[in-house]
């Protein structure tokens, strides 16, 4: 799948933003004053960011009210309400921390549950996508899941922070080695993407069309082997390893700061290639694979 950079800083970001956010909902870090202000803005924005990237993969900007009107059935929707929710409960305890209103923590314990809900319906989005066999496994929100938490509790500053980002580390490897053999597994061919498995054995004889379509232009995106391992390396060094070794050095918030951002762009870099690598189906019918 072609990976639209408003979609991945939209995940990324979002996650970051909602996993911070969470833990200062939880009171990790409890701060008061002007330290309050500038964390709790720092968590809103991460997390508005994203979600106001996300709307620029869409045709129209202004559809994105519409994501509020199918919940019942639209992971979409329900991200939306929930980040919205999320957001709302989570303002007055940002407020009580930052001019001392002594408002109950339960607040702020309610709001980090939702934003790890919020995390979790942004996964699902992909995961309940059938047609792309790397994504439809459960590893899937354990990876959205895993990067939040372990980006919140880098940036909160927890002293097991560094076990968090090499989790983050194995579930990467984990989710590639098994999403490398997930479109195998799903027996997916010209046959059952066309829906004429049943006549015999399609085989592509023409393209199906003589210039680029927006299939080919959003959903088909090759990446070749070399340079997907190049990116994976990457992805591992910076999101888990090289945070993980800066936070068990005695640096302070300057390290933090310097784990929190090298996390960052491991992070974009895993995000780049779980859109890469996504392998629709679809791509079976222009008798491409990518």
């Known amino acids: 799948m072609h990976p639209a950079p408003s979609v991945i800083l939209f995940s990324t970001l979002s996650g970051l933003g909602f996993g911070f956010l969470a833990f200062l909902g939880w009171g990790a870090l409890a701060p008061s004053g002007w330290a309050a202000f500038f964390l709790w803005g720092l968590g809103y924005g991460l997390a508005v960011?994203?979600?106001m990237a996300s709307t620029f993969h869409l045709g129209n900007p202004k559809n994105a009210l519409k994501a509020f009107t199918q919940w019942r059935t639209s992971w979409l929707s329900r991200e939306a309400w929930a980040s919205v929710a999320t957001l709302m409960i989570l303002a007055p305890m940002a407020l009580s921390d930052w001019l001392g209103l002594g408002l109950p923590r339960i607040i702020g314990q309610v709001g980090g549950a939702l934003a790890l809900v919020t995390v979790l319906t942004t996964a699902m989005?992909?995961?309940?996508?059938?047609?792309?066999?790397?994504?439809h496994q459960p590893l899937t929100p354990v990876?959205?899941?895993s990067f939040a938490v372990a980006g919140g509790a880098s940036l909160s500053g927890q002293v097991w922070a560094p076990v968090a980002l090499l989790v983050v580390?194995?579930?990467?490897?984990?989710?590639?080695?098994?999403?490398?053999?997930?479109?195998?597994?799903a027996g997916q061919t010209l046959g059952t993407a066309t829906g004429l498995d049943r006549l015999g054995t399609p085989t592509v004889f023409e393209p199906a069309h003589t210039a680029q379509n927006y299939l080919l232009r959003e959903m088909i995106h090759v990446v070749g082997r070399k340079h997907a391992q190049k990116l994976r390396l990457i992805a591992l060094v910076l999101a888990a390893g090289l945070p993980a070794l800066?936070?068990?050095?005695?640096?302070?918030?300057?390290?933090?700061?310097?784990?929190?951002?090298?996390?960052?762009?491991?992070?974009?870099?895993?995000r780049w290639l779980f859109f890469a690598e996504a392998e629709p189906v679809v791509g079976l019918f222009y008798g491409m694979r990518g």
């Open 49 to 51: 960011a994203g979600l």
């Open 125 to 135: 989005i992909y995961t309940q996508i059938k047609a792309v066999p790397r994504w």
């Open 143 to 145: 990876m959205f899941l």
């Open 169 to 185: 580390g194995v579930v990467l490897v984990a989710l590639w080695r098994v999403g490398d053999q997930a479109f195998a597994k």
């Open 246 to 270: 800066i936070l068990i050095l005695p640096l302070g918030w300057p390290g933090i700061a310097l784990a929190g951002v090298l996390h960052l762009a491991g992070a974009l870099a895993a």
